[in-house]
């Protein structure tokens, strides 16, 4: 039996939606999209939403639409997917590392701190595996430095701090519906705001910088170009498929929580591993452990056919493109070096079954000699 890393939830009904909708005709513009977006800004509870054709776009036009230039400083955490960076990079502004907290993977605050100066314009900070970052002290630190603050939630689907969905902390939330989160469009993302003037910028920013959507033009095809804007759009499709998703989630997330529990139950025992934490204001969009001797028990899970991930192998100020232009010592961010040479995201996906998940509790014991 082989265990997968992730399976999305794609039901005969979700597939019946994303047929109707492609036999239509009407593939983009359509209904889907505005259902989705109006069904996920109630799950999140912002004002505004925008369907995206993936996080790293959200990430990008809002780096844009805070009027980031080159010259400009962003702090980033070390430990994140490369797209968290490169957004900030894409408008010529300088991404600035900082380094985690070693328990949760999220960004340091007060090593935030340590890293604002004058050219600092905004922090994104990441909601590591679904695990909110203490948005308290966050907040604070932007609202005393000035600065925007953007929420990088492609891990974030469900997740809250306090009774606050994450994606609204700040003047946006980017989330991701790449195949392995926790909803799925194949690609896509969206972008939440509370923010109307904001909105507006990044929704024209989002189609070619065009003035007016095709609803609300009085003379058919006639339309300005304000600014240098993208193809960032999703599908009508794929908004189909996000619709159903979203409906569906909460009792997704129910699940995710109770795998969840089950591993820290059964793997409590292990003394030379340690899990992420157990919280229901955490969406689990894996389950993460960081234990000894990671790269032959990755070997042992290969063995056995069962799928596992890292997030993420290497710190990005040690990719190569980061490496070689900001030129960091080897000794900076030890904790996100830790983080990257310790973790293994285990799969929490709802149908994975009791037995699924027997096999990876039982070769992670079997691997460390308490069987
Ligand atoms: C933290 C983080 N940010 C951004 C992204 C980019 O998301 P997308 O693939 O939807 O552009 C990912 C992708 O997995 C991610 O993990």
Not at 219 to 238: A, C, I, M
Request: charged share 25%.
């Amino acid at each position: 039996m082989s265990v997968k890393f992730s399976k999305p939830n794609i039901s005969n009904a979700d597939l019946e939606l994303v047929k109707s909708t492609i036999k239509s005709g009407w593939l983009t513009h359509g209904k889907n999209t505005s259902l989705f977006e109006k069904e996920f800004r109630k799950f999140t509870n912002s004002k505004y939403s925008l369907t995206v054709s993936s996080c790293t776009a959200a990430l990008h036009i809002s780096c844009l639409s805070i009027g980031l230039e080159k010259g400009d400083e962003v702090i980033v955490p070390a430990m994140s997917h490369t797209a968290t960076s490169h957004a900030v990079e894409y408008t010529g502004a300088k991404a600035i590392f900082v380094d985690i907290n070693s328990i949760t993977g999220n960004i340091n605050p007060e090593e935030v701190k340590k890293k604002i100066t004058k050219k600092t314009k905004a922090l994104i900070v990441v909601h590591m595996a679904g695990l909110s970052c203490d948005m308290g002290k966050i907040k604070k630190i932007c609202i005393n430095s000035k600065i925007k603050l953007i929420e990088d939630c492609a891990h974030s689907v469900g997740t809250k701090f306090g009774s606050t969905h994450a994606g609204n902390f700040g003047i946006s939330g980017c989330f991701s519906f790449y195949p392995t989160k926790q909803i799925t469009t194949g690609e896509g993302g969206m972008l939440v705001t509370n923010d109307y003037n904001f909105y507006k910028k990044a929704k024209r920013l989002k189609a070619f910088g065009i003035d007016k959507d095709i609803n609300q033009r009085k003379k058919q095809g006639k339309y300005d170009v304000l600014n240098l804007g993208f193809n960032y759009r999703l599908t009508d499709f794929q908004s189909a498929l996000g619709l159903k998703q979203i409906k569906k989630y909460k009792k997704n997330l129910k699940k995710r929580h109770s795998l969840a529990k089950k591993y820290l139950k059964n793997l409590k025992h292990i003394k030379e591993i340690s899990c992420m934490p157990f919280s229901y204001k955490c969406s689990y969009f894996v389950f993460q452990i960081f234990c000894k001797k990671r790269d032959e028990l990755l070997q042992e899970f290969k063995k056995k056919k069962i799928g596992v991930s890292i997030h993420y192998a290497t710190p990005l100020p040690f990719m190569t493109y980061y490496k070689k232009k900001y030129r960091y010592k080897k000794n900076n961010f030890k904790f996100a070096k830790k983080y990257a040479d310790q973790n293994i995201s285990l799969p929490i996906y709802p149908s994975l079954k009791n037995i699924e998940l027997s096999k990876i509790i039982k070769t992670i014991e079997k691997f460390y000699g308490y069987k």
